[in-house]
């Protein structure tokens, strides 16, 4: 039995700039990889399928580790060189805005590369990313990225890590991505402003200088009005956040894990203390 991390993402910055006469949206995004992770064990079986095994029978039938295997098997014309069992004991919060299935996916893509010595590249390995869904791609590669299109034009931030401390607090809720994104379409929100295109080029800049007031004054997320007004627990939750003593709170993708960023390792040990007094479930992560 072999085992893998399956790492999640967080958005420091999300914003909807457009719709595509496909009804899919354009986005402008800077996703950071973090040790929250999920774990996937792996070893062969004598059946010549793959299988995937959920322990805790949380994830759909078609999930995305599932969709990821038929993808590569596609790409080998229905080749299997042996089979695998696949067993994910999940920790990312489904529905949380971190990107637990499209890591799922790419960790079951680069494990299979590996396991059947296809010697796929990373180019190779995004382009059957692309036709899982539009946040696999990154997961490809990890790190820091800068994000276009609908999530599939991944563009690496080659620069130190900035230092700072975050914290993912987890709602007893889950956000449907369809429906924050139908949020964004019914008030008219899919457009960039030049407000919004200054503060992503303050963020990536504060981001390689680690200019940290600059980074905590320009992290943003679009859905945040929206999803807010439809989940107001997640606004309460937010306030904690600042209140509990940190610099900047934004929300995880389209919902509903909130982020923390604390200047110190102190500040955050006492904000969680704080945060775990009012109930709440909290996580303190790195971004690597």
Same mark, same amino acid.
Request: a positive charge; aromatic letters at 12%; charged letters at 25%.
């Given at each position: 039995?072999?085992?893998?991390?399956?790492?999640?993402?967080?958005?420091?910055?999300?914003?909807?700039?457009?719709?595509?006469?496909?009804?899919?949206?354009?986005?402008?995004?800077?996703?950071?990889?973090?040790?929250?992770?999920?774990?996937?064990?792996?070893?062969?079986?004598?059946?010549?399928?793959?299988?995937?095994?959920?322990?805790?029978?949380?994830?759909?039938?078609?999930?995305?580790?599932?969709?990821?295997?038929?993808?590569?098997?596609?790409?080998?014309?229905?080749?299997?060189?042996?089979?695998?069992? +696949?067993?994910?004991? *999940?920790?990312?919060?489904?529905?949380?805005?971190?990107?637990?299935? #499209?890591?799922?996916? %790419? @960790? /079951?893509?680069?494990?299979?590369?590996?396991?059947?010595?296809?010697?796929?590249?990373?180019?190779?390995?995004?382009?059957?990313?692309?036709?899982?869904?539009?946040?696999?791609?990154?997961?490809?590669?990890?790190?820091?990225?800068?994000?276009?299109?609908?999530?599939?034009?991944?563009?690496?931030?080659?620069?130190?890590?900035?230092?700072?401390?975050?914290?993912?607090?987890?709602?007893?809720?889950?956000?449907?991505?369809?429906?924050?994104?139908?949020?964004?379409?019914?008030?008219?929100?899919?457009?960039?402003?030049?407000?919004?295109?200054?503060m992503f080029k303050k963020l990536i800049e504060g981001?390689?200088?680690?200019?940290?007031?600059?980074?905590?004054?320009?992290?943003?997320?679009?859905?945040?009005?929206?999803? +807010?007004?439809?989940? *107001?627990?997640?606004?309460?939750?937010?306030?904690?956040?600042?209140? #509990?003593?940190?610099? %900047? @709170? /934004?929300?995880?993708?389209?919902?509903?894990?909130?982020?923390?960023?604390?200047?110190?390792?102190?500040?955050?040990?006492?904000?969680?203390?704080?945060?775990?007094?009012?109930?709440?479930?909290?996580?303190?992560?790195?971004?690597?």
């Amino acid at each position: 039995m072999k085992s893998y991390q399956s790492y999640s993402k967080i958005n420091l910055f999300l914003n909807v700039t457009g719709r595509y006469k496909n009804g899919y949206h354009s986005i402008k995004s800077l996703f950071c990889r973090a040790t929250l992770f999920d774990s996937i064990s792996y070893s062969l079986n004598d059946t010549n399928k793959i299988k995937i095994i959920d322990k805790k029978n949380i994830l759909p039938e078609n999930n995305l580790l599932k969709t990821a295997a038929d993808k590569i098997i596609s790409s080998l014309n229905g080749r299997i060189p042996f089979g695998i069992d +696949f067993t994910i004991e *999940k920790k990312i919060p489904i529905g949380g805005g971190l990107g637990g299935g #499209s890591s799922n996916a %790419a @960790s /079951v893509l680069k494990i299979l590369n590996k396991e059947w010595r296809l010697n796929f590249g990373v180019e190779k390995l995004k382009k059957i990313a692309r036709q899982i869904g539009a946040d696999v791609p990154f997961f490809i590669e990890g790190g820091t990225q800068k994000v276009f299109g609908v999530g599939e034009i991944v563009k690496s931030i080659k620069t130190g890590i900035p230092v700072f401390y975050l914290i993912l607090v987890f709602p007893e809720i889950q956000v449907s991505t369809p429906a924050a994104y139908k949020l964004i379409d019914d008030n008219n929100m899919a457009c960039e402003s030049y407000e919004e295109r200054k503060m992503f080029k303050k963020l990536i800049e504060g981001y390689r200088s680690n200019d940290y007031k600059k980074i905590i004054s320009n992290v943003y997320n679009k859905f945040e009005y929206p999803v +807010f007004a439809q989940n *107001k627990i997640l606004s309460d939750i937010k306030n904690g956040v600042l209140d #509990s003593g940190a610099d %900047a @709170s /934004v929300m995880s993708g389209s919902g509903s894990t909130i982020i923390g960023i604390y200047e110190t390792y102190e500040k955050r040990k006492m904000g969680i203390e704080r945060l775990q007094s009012y109930g709440y479930n909290v996580e303190p992560v790195e971004i690597f």
